[in-house]
């Protein structure tokens, strides 16, 4: 049985940082408390309802990842057991399946993203312009379309209620310097490539996804937060596929598409979504994990 959280109580752990889906808790030795809520996320605002046992499915999925990319990616995950960690106080059932210590890293200020496929803002802006984030893309493709090979896209990163706003390569390299921009998108589509291939042997087509990089006390790269979940990433059942449409997803497509259909401006606060439009998104997450990992 999954359990529910939408908002995390860690007495006696000082709050560092909350975010769209995770709270993040400051522990010693410059590591972190990292609980995945059940808080929902759509167009950069959080809504109201939950979706129940999100969180454990993230945190799940993303441990997974991490460990068959370990090799592709050093990771922010320590060794430190969660036991050893959480406040006697907490309910260790509650925190177990959506919690992670972490190290500490100094995070960059980009968001990492790979897209293969076109699809969502990448579709629209190649709608406008014939390219994505200033990559000229070949005439004449479709919406949901395979690109000829994955492209780096990466974007600034907002603050809770603010978008994200896409950038070109050479303003990545502004904010980062060359060699660490560099550094990112060769990790990013490294990433992306293996996950893809794997997923694709399951029957799942990964259009996109939206990575996270820190740097650790010695300079190093680390991949963070999370990683090829349902919420930073566009899964799409393969045997659904097809291009010229925007195809069915495991992901928050589905709340989005929901959205869409509403007279709301994409600002805070976010609408309430009825209980059928939570349920599905619930099974179309833990389908996801459950095909990928098992």
């Known amino acids: 049985m999954s359990t529910t ?14 975010g769209k889906v995770r709270d993040v808790y400051a522990l010693p030795h410059d590591e972190l408390l990292i609980v995945a809520t059940d808080r929902l996320s759509a167009f950069d605002v959080v809504l109201p309802d939950p979706i129940p046992g999100k969180g454990e499915i993230l945190t799940q999925m993303s441990n997974f990842w991490f460990a068959k990319t370990a090799h592709v990616q050093a990771n922010h995950l320590s060794r430190t057991p969660l036991r050893d960690v959480l406040p006697e106080s907490a ?39 014939g390219a994505v984030c200033g990559i000229a893309l070949p005439t004449g493709l479709r919406q ?34 060359g060699e660490l921009a560099e550094a990112v998108r060769a990790a990013t589509l490294a990433i992306y490539r293996f ?18 990089f820190g740097l650790d006390a010695n300079g190093k790269l680390i991949v963070m937060d999370e990683m090829l979940t349902p919420d930073s990433s566009r899964f ?38 009825p209980a059928n439009i939570i349920e599905v998104t619930r099974a179309k997450y833990a389908e996801a994990l459950q095909r990928l990992t098992t």
């Open 144 to 177: 949901a379309e395979q690109l000829p090979e994955p492209i780096f896209t990466p974007s600034t990163k907002a603050a809770v209620g603010d978008h994200d706003e896409n950038i070109g390569f050479d303003r990545c390299v502004e904010l980062l310097g």
């Open 195 to 212: 996950a893809a291939s794997f997923a694709a042997e399951r029957g799942i087509l990964i259009a996109d996804t939206k990575l996270e």
């Open 5 to 18: 959280l939408h908002q995390s109580q860690l007495s006696g752990l000082p709050l560092v940082h909350q």
């Open 91 to 129: 309910d260790f059932a509650l925190y177990e399946k959506r919690s992670v210590v972490a190290q500490r890293l100094r995070g960059l200020p980009v968001e990492a993203i790979a897209r293969g496929y076109l699809i969502g803002t990448g579709w629209k802006d190649y709608q406008r312009s």
């Open 236 to 273: 799409w059942p393969a045997d659904e596929y097809q291009v010229g449409i925007s195809p069915p997803s495991y992901d928050k497509q589905f709340v989005r598409d929901y959205l869409e259909t509403l007279d709301w401006n994409k600002t805070a606060p976010g609408p309430n979504v």
